[in-house]
Structures are given as C-alpha cells and as structure tokens.
C-alpha cells in the first residue's frame, strides 16, 4: 500500500489543522494506522494510531485531548485532527502501517508516505 499526507500548514499558537493520509488500497482488519511526527534534530515519535479492525485509539501523552485520529473507510483515509496546536507541535507528520496495534514505536511501522510539515507559531 501507498501512502500519501496531506493536509499540513502554518497555523498560529492555538489553532486548529486537520492532516488527511490517503491509502492506495483498503487495509485488512488486523492492520494499525499510526500518525508519527520528527522535529529538526529529534527522533520520530508515535503521534496517534488506530485499529483497523475495531477501531481502538493510543495516543501519545503529550496530544491527548487535543489530537483525534480518525478514518473514512470509503474514501480510504485516514485523518488527524490537531486543534489547540502549540509551537512544540512543529514537525514534519508521517502516517504508517503495519500488522497489529500493539505499539506506537515507529520502528515498528512500514509503508511510510512523504510527510507533511506541520509549522506552529
């Protein structure tokens, strides 16, 4: 599966973007989507991911109750909803799969798409 995001800007502190990663292909049940984000000079962390399957959410500590990730089946998209964006918020976001929500490590994740960069000031 290919995996293009989009959806990234320049918002002011406190603003709302909402990224869009569209699949090639439908994913089967057992599979994760996950949202990741790598800032200058840091290493990717794990964002957001969501089962396929039943639809289960982890989010990452530092997002919770701001970020909602989300999917459209038919449209095979998977979303990020970012509001209450803050200047430590500013990376470059990725979506990914793999097999199994069992992690939120990005080294545990595929099929990356390009990344969409996410400014926050």
């Known amino acids: 599966v290919q995996l293009v995001e989009s959806g990234g800007g320049s918002v002011q502190t406190g603003g709302s973007l909402r990224l869009s990663c569209l699949a090639s292909n439908s994913l089967p049940n057992n599979y994760c989507m996950g949202w990741f984000r790598q800032a200058p000079g840091k290493e990717r962390e794990g964002v957001a991911n969501l089962d396929n399957g039943d639809g289960n959410t982890v989010y990452a500590d530092s997002v919770k109750g701001r970020f909602t990730i989300s999917k459209d089946n038919a449209k095979n998209t998977l979303y990020l909803q970012m509001n209450s964006l803050k200047a430590e918020d500013t990376a470059m976001y990725y979506c990914?799969?793999?097999?199994?929500?069992?992690?939120?490590?990005?080294?545990?994740?595929?099929?990356w798409g390009q990344g969409t960069q996410v400014t926050v000031s």
């Open positions: 990914a799969t793999r097999r199994y929500c069992t992690t939120i490590s990005p080294a545990a994740f595929g099929n």
